[in-house]
């Protein structure tokens, strides 16, 4: 079989339309149909049941989709191998980071990396959700969340101290809270809960008990922006505030906590120059 439609096999398993798996792969959906028929033709067996509301995979698709996945899986893996051999200083360097990072420590620090290399652009995606470092959604990551897989590149590349913060304006409204208290009197912004269940119990080891909860974001910016209009208080990174908020007042000096930053890296592109010359600028961000 031609291995390339293992990737149509995958994206129809996955999407179970053809309008979703052609926006997936970027084609066009008479292109999905008709390479789903080719490989059909070839394994001499139907892989998806049609319905109505989409397409399901037959027992026989059921039993190739593992050893599709390894090819796919093969294949980036190649992909990312090449591109790790790669010293020129040109190309694209996807980094995956947060909104908050990205914002005070990411963007200054490769602001001048642009200029001393202008071949190389950077893709920088932020978001709550982890991305896969080893299935190569991203070359690289910088995140609070240290990685189980010992595979990858991890270094530290800062400890941060997360406090309880408010603004001025707020703070001369309400008052300060007292410890101990859990918030009583006072208004919360917070992530989601599904986003971070473990913030819903207690922020810098303070019940949230009292606390009135006024607004939820899981844009880690619009939370920032959120407390310095005055809204509520939130957990921050005293080194974000410093850098990005300094006007903000931490309202509960006794109660507080430490994250780790890390740096990830897949050990593929690690010897990439673009990479290592990217890596470089992120690490004299958080010196």
């Known amino acids: ?132 470092i080893k299935r190569g959604e991203a070359d690289l990551a910088v995140r609070s969340a240290r990685p189980t897989d010992e595979n990858l590149i991890i270094r530290r590349l800062a400890t941060f101290h997360i406090g309880l913060y408010a603004s001025t304006a707020y703070v001369s409204r309400r008052g300060l809270p007292v410890p101990g208290n859990a918030f009583a009197g006072h208004d919360l912004i917070m992530f989601p809960r599904d986003a971070v269940p473990q913030y819903w119990q207690r922020l810098c080891n303070e019940p949230i008990t009292n606390g009135n909860i006024v607004l939820e974001t899981p844009s880690q910016w619009l939370l920032i922006e959120s407390v310095r209009q005055g809204i509520g208080i939130s957990m921050m990174a005293r080194e974000i505030v410093e850098r990005c908020c300094p006007e903000l007042v931490n309202v509960m000096p006794a109660r507080h906590e430490t994250v780790d930053i890390w740096l990830v890296v897949n050990p593929d592109v690690w010897s990439a120059g673009r990479v290592r010359v990217v890596i470089d600028a992120i690490n004299n961000a958080f010196m």
């Open 1 to 132: 079989m031609n291995w390339d439609n293992a990737r149509f096999l995958l994206a129809m398993s996955r999407t179970g339309s053809l309008r979703a798996a052609a926006s997936s792969l970027d084609v066009d959906q008479a292109t999905v149909a008709r390479r789903l028929r080719t490989l059909e033709r070839e394994l001499h067996t139907h892989l998806f049941n049609r319905h109505p509301e989409g397409y399901t995979l037959t027992c026989a698709g059921q039993l190739l989709l593992p050893e599709a996945e390894m090819m796919e899986a093969a294949a980036a893996a190649l992909q990312r191998k090449t591109f790790g051999m790669d010293a020129s200083l040109a190309g694209t360097v996807h980094i995956a980071s947060t909104e908050s990072l990205a914002s005070c420590f990411l963007l200054p620090a490769l602001a001048p990396l642009r200029q001393s290399h202008p071949n190389i652009t950077l893709l920088l995606s932020t978001a709550l959700e982890l991305v896969d």
